[in-house]
C-alpha cells in the first residue's frame, strides 16, 4: 500500500517509516525538521549520531534498493500543499506523528504550553480536513498515548477507548459504551485528548476510517532496519525534556550517573518496545476500520512496571546508584496500573518483554555513545505548577549537575 | 468588581458588558472586530443599524456615566498583551466570549473549520496561559454551548455538566462522577467540548477558577441597557449562518419570508432570552467556584423547544407560511431534550419565558428593520458533508429566494 509518514523525521516515524518500507509498501514522508529545531532550542542533542534526513533516505536507497520521498512541510500550516500532496501521492493511508510529544517540553513556559497546543491540535485537525478535502478513502493512523486515560482509576483494567458504563434512564440502570474519560496530566496529554474528539467527530460527521493508538512509553532505540546501516541509526533522547524512564536510565548508568527517580518512584506506566512499535503500526495499518465504524482505538503496549522496579533492574544489572529527587511534575505519587491490550496481540503482535538480554544492548549503544552525553542537559526543569516550581526551587535554581546529584 | 470582557462587541458579550457596568461593576473589552469582519466576508449585517465599537462606547458614557475602556487584540495570536493588559487591569473575573460562534459558518469549508478550531482552541488556551502568566487569582467565566453533549441521550435529563455513571471495578458496579460524555454536532461544537478538556486540565493542574456556562441558543436582542439608546442596539443576525433560529423566524416573518424548517423540524432545542444571559453572567460571577475546585458548569438555558412548534407559534402569531427544506446538518431529525437548570435558578434566576408578548416585541423590530435585509442571505448553504451537500445540491445550485422558496 501507499503509506505517508507525517513526522517521519521523528524517533518513531523514522524507524516506522523504514519497517514499511521494507516491507514492500511505497512510503512517502513528510517532515519539517521541528524535533530537530527544538534539539538545538534545548542545546541537547540525540545521544546517538543521527545524520540528516537526505542522507538517511540516500543510505536507506543504498542498503535496500527501496527510495522513501520526503517532503518539507508543516503540518497544521501548509494546507493547501498537504491537500495537494495527498491528491498527488493518493496514499491509501497516512501516519500521523507530526506531534510535539515531550510532555516536559510542552510546560516548559507559556510559549511552550502555545507551541504544543497550536501545533499538535492544529495538526490533527489539517490531517483530517485535508482527507475531507481530498475525497479519497485515506485511513489516518494516529499515534496518541496511554496518558489520556489518566492514571487514577485505580480498580478496573484500562479497556481499550472505551469503556462500558450504566446511567441512570427512565428505565433504571442502562449500560452505555462511551469514549474513556480523558484525564491528561500535561499540556502535552492534553493535546491528545483534544485530538481524539477530533477523531470521533471526522469518523461521526465524514464517515473518515480512523485509527488512534494510545502508546506506552517506548523504550529501546534500535529495529532491524535501523540497524542495517550506521548512517540510519535512530534517536536516542536522555535529556530531561524529551528522554523516557527506562532509556533515560541506561544511558545514566553508561555515563556514571545516578539514576533519576522523581518522587517516590510509585508512578506505574506501560512500556513498549520500539521495535514493537513499528510492528503494532503495521498491524494497524493492515487492519483499517471498515468506512462509518467509529474511531479504532487499540492500547499500543505490552508490559506495566513501577518505576522504581525499572530503576532497581538497572541498578542490578549496572550497578549505578539510584537517587530520589523531588517530582516536578502534578501527578499521584503512586498508582496501579492494568491495561488491555488484546486488540493488537489478537492481530498477531509478540511481545518483546523488557528482559535482561534486550537490555544490556541498549546499556551498550548508551555506551558505546556515552562520550557524546552532556551530563546538564540531564535533569528535568521543567515544572508542571508554580507550588512544583517552589519544591524544587532549592535544585532548580542550581547550575550543574553535581548539585542535583547531591540533592 | 473587575470585569474583562473577551469578545465585548459581540451579540452577546456587547450587553454583558452594559449590564455589568450598569451594575456598577468596573469593565473593559477586548475585541479584534472578528464579526464585523466575518459580515463583511459574508456581504451579510446585522438587520439592526449596530454602531461602530467607538460610538456606543462614547454613547455609554452619554447615558450612564460610566467609562468602558475598549482593547484592540487578538486572544489567540497577541499573547503578550494579553498578559501585560491582565497585569495592569488586575480583573477579578474575565468572560471568555471571544470564538468563532456559529455551527454553519464553522462548517462552510476547510478554511472556515481551521479558522474556527485554531481561533477557538487557541483563544480559550491563551486566556488560560495568561491567567496563569499573570500568577492573580481571575475567576474565568465561559460560554459554552448545550451543543457540547449532542442530542442523542434520550430517556436521561442532562445535567449540569458532570454525569454520575456506574462503571465495573474489583467491587462490583461503582459510582463515578464523570464529565458528560461529549458529542459535538459541528466543527465549532467541537471546539467547545476541547475547550471543556482544557478547564478541566488548568483547573486541576493550576488551581484556576473556572465556570463553563453552556448556554442554550439566544433569542431577542435587546436588553435594559441596549434599549437605552438607538447607538446601544444590539446585533440582530438572520443570515444563514449566524441567525439562530427563533430569531430568523421572526425576521422571516417580518419580511413576508417562509419559515424554513429544515428536515422535519423535530430537533428539540434548548433556548434562552438574551437578557436572560447578561443576568446569568452577572450570578456567576457573583458565585464563582473556590480555588483547587473543579470546573464549576452550569446550563444557561430556560427551556426547550422542538423547531417545528417555534415555527407553529410564530405563523399563528403573524400569519407567515411554514416551508420545509432538506437539513443540510448532519443530526438526527427528531431528539428529545430534557435539561437540568437548577443551578442558575438557585442562584436567582427569573427566567423569561418564550410567550406572545416578548415574541411580538421582537417581531415589531424586525418588522421596523425588514427594509435592510437581504433576502438572499437567508438560505442556509453550509453543508455537513459531502452527502448532505449532494443532497442539497438541486436548490443549494440555485442563486436566490426564489428557488429556495419553491423546493
Redesign the interface.
Known amino acids: 500500500m501507499r503509506v505517508l509518514i507525517l513526522g517521519g523525521d521523528g524517533f518513531c516515524g523514522w524507524p516506522t517509516s523504514l519497517h514499511l518500507s521494507a516491507r514492500g509498501h511505497e512510503v512517502a514522508i513528510v517532515d519539517n525538521g521541528a524535533r530537530r529545531r527544538i534539539d538545538r532550542e534545548l542545546g541537547a542533542a540525540s545521544l546517538t549520531p543521527i545524520e540528516p534526513l537526505a542522507i538517511r533516505l540516500a543510505a536507506w536507497e543504498d542498503v535496500s534498493g527501496r527510495t522513501i520521498a520526503a517532503h518539507d512541510l508543516t503540518v497544521g500550516r501548509d494546507?493547501e500543499a498537504l491537500?495537494a500532496l495527498l491528491g498527488d501521492f493518493r496514499p491509501d493511508a497516512v501516519v500521523h506523528f507530526a506531534e510535539q510529544r515531550a510532555a516536559p517540553y510542552s510546560m516548559k513556559s507559556?510559549?511552550h504550553?502555545?507551541y504544543t497546543?497550536?501545533g499538535n491540535?492544529?495538526a490533527t485537525?489539517?490531517i483530517l480536513?485535508?482527507i475531507?478535502?481530498s475525497?479519497l478513502d485515506i485511513h489516518l493512523a494516529h499515534l496518541g498515548t496511554m496518558g489520556v486515560y489518566g492514571y487514577g482509576c485505580a480498580?478496573?483494567a484500562i479497556p481499550e477507548g472505551y469503556?462500558?458504563?450504566?446511567?441512570?434512564?427512565?428505565?433504571g440502570?442502562?449500560a452505555?459504551e462511551?469514549?474513556y474519560?480523558?484525564?491528561?496530566g500535561s499540556?502535552y496529554h492534553?493535546t491528545k485528548?483534544?485530538d481524539a474528539?477530533?477523531f470521533?467527530?471526522y469518523a461521526?460527521?465524514?464517515?473518515l476510517r480512523i485509527t488512534d493508538l494510545h502508546q506506552g512509553i517506548v523504550w529501546g532505540a534500535q529495529t532491524a532496519e535501523t540497524r542495517a546501516d550506521p548512517r540510519l541509526i535512530n534517536r536516542f533522547d536522555y535529556d530531561g525534556d524529551y528522554g523516557t524512564v527506562l532509556n533515560r536510565f541506561l544511558m545514566q548508568a553508561a555515563a556514571g550517573y545516578p539514576l533519576s527517580v522523581h518522587g517516590s518512584g510509585g508512578q506505574t506506566r506501560a512500556f513498549i518496545n520500539i521495535q514493537d512499535t513499528v510492528r503494532c503500526i503495521e498491524l494497524a495499518l493492515a487492519n483499517p476500520p471498515a468506512r462509518g465504524e467509529r474511531v479504532k482505538v487499540m492500547n499500543q503496549m505490552t508490559e506495566c512496571w513501577r518505576v522504581r522496579d525499572l530503576a532497581q533492574m538497572v541498578s542490578r544489572l549496572t550497578g549505578a546508584a539510584i537517587e530520589h529527587l523531588s517530582n516536578p511534575r502534578?501527578e499521584a505519587d503512586e498508582n496501579d496500573l492494568v491495561v488491555e491490550n488484546r486488540r493488537l496481540l489478537a492481530l498477531g503482535l509478540e511481545p518483546i518483554t523488557l528482559e535482561d538480554g534486550l537490555l544490556l544492548e541498549i546499556a551498550e549503544i548508551a555506551r558505546r555513545y556515552a562520550h557524546r552525553a552532556d551530563l546538564s542537559k540531564i535533569p528535568c526543569v521543567s515544572c508542571?505548577?508554580?507550588e512544583r516550581a517552589a519544591a524544587t526551587a532549592p535544585s532548580m535554581g542550581e547550575v550543574g549537575v553535581g548539585v542535583m546529584a547531591a540533592e
Chains 1, 2 share one sequence.
Open positions: 494546507f491537500v507559556a510559549e504550553k502555545r497546543v497550536g491540535v492544529g485537525h489539517d480536513a485535508a475531507v478535502e475525497g480498580g478496573a469503556l462500558t458504563v450504566k446511567v441512570e434512564t427512565a428505565e440502570w442502562t452505555r462511551i469514549l474519560p480523558a484525564n491528561p499540556i492534553l485528548t483534544q474528539l477530533a470521533q467527530f461521526r460527521n465524514d464517515r502534578e508542571w505548577n508554580a
